[in-house]
């Protein structure tokens, strides 16, 4: 079945650390890639996005993902966290050719410890 | 401009009456979605408008969900009557086309059924 996997519900981590959030999906072709982030109180915001080309996307915040189509991967990352990325973040999919939704992971709840 | 802006923010009824929820979504935005998230789970996708039609609603769990977009512009998702595990956020999200393009979400209506 089509899925989108965050394996890891909850992460915590120290203000500066680095930050690696994990993201895998489930299609036969590739997809258009999103990462989204909902802090405390507001809806949900896009921080990146990847359709095709460069591999590597820089997204607002300092956030960056890679794409790996051998892994079928799209890891969210961050070299150095600050304490107002304390947040939700979602992975999401848009399968080319099957309508404009999005299909999302279950979301990974970052922690940040001062 | 204006982003997509939901109303109310958060709702409590009692199960088996009516609830309805409201989208603007950003002006010129053709398209418009309507996603659920119920608590512990995954953001779930009800359906998408185009204008004012119906082109998705694969989503919605049942007839006790009624969406509507008169005119092409704002949206109403009427749940009646609603019953204990329709509780969750409701997300409205819009974009300007299909494919490549991102959508803007709402920060979500809370509804609790008790």
């Known amino acids: 079945a089509q899925s989108v996997t965050q394996p890891d519900i909850h992460i915590t981590v120290s203000e500066g650390a680095s930050l690696e959030l994990r993201c895998n999906y489930s299609?036969?072709?590739?997809?258009?890639l999103f990462w989204y982030v909902q802090s405390p109180g507001q809806g949900l915001q896009l921080l990146l996005k990847?359709?095709?080309?460069?591999?590597l996307v820089q997204g607002i915040k300092g956030f960056e993902a890679e794409f790996k189509r051998s892994q079928s991967s799209f890891n969210l990352r961050k070299p150095s966290v600050h304490w107002s990325d304390a947040a939700e973040y979602f992975c999401?999919?848009?399968?080319?050719?099957?309508?404009?939704?999005?299909?999302f992971g279950t979301g990974t709840q970052l922690k940040v410890e001062l | 401009e204006a982003g997509v802006t939901q109303f109310p923010s958060h709702s409590v009824i009692e199960k088996g009456q009516t609830v309805t929820l409201r989208c603007d979504p950003i002006?010129?935005?053709?398209?418009l979605y309507w996603y659920r998230r119920v608590m512990g789970k995954e953001i779930k996708f009800l359906l998408h408008?185009?204008?004012?039609?119906?082109?998705?609603e694969s989503g919605m769990p049942n007839n006790r969900f009624l969406a509507e977009r008169t005119g092409g512009t704002y949206s109403t998702l009427k749940v009646q009557p609603a019953e204990l595990e329709d509780s969750g956020v409701y997300f409205c999200?819009?974009?300007?086309?299909?494919?490549?393009?991102?959508?803007?979400f709402g920060q979500g209506t809370r509804l609790t059924v008790v």
């Open positions: 999200a819009s974009s300007s086309q299909g494919g490549r393009t991102e959508a803007f």
């Open positions: 299609y036969g072709a590739t997809p258009y």
């Open positions: 990847y359709f095709s080309g460069d591999t």
């Open positions: 999401a999919v848009k399968v080319t050719g099957g309508g404009n939704k999005l299909t």
């Open positions: 002006s010129g935005h053709d398209n």
């Open positions: 408008f185009v204008k004012e039609s119906k082109q998705d």
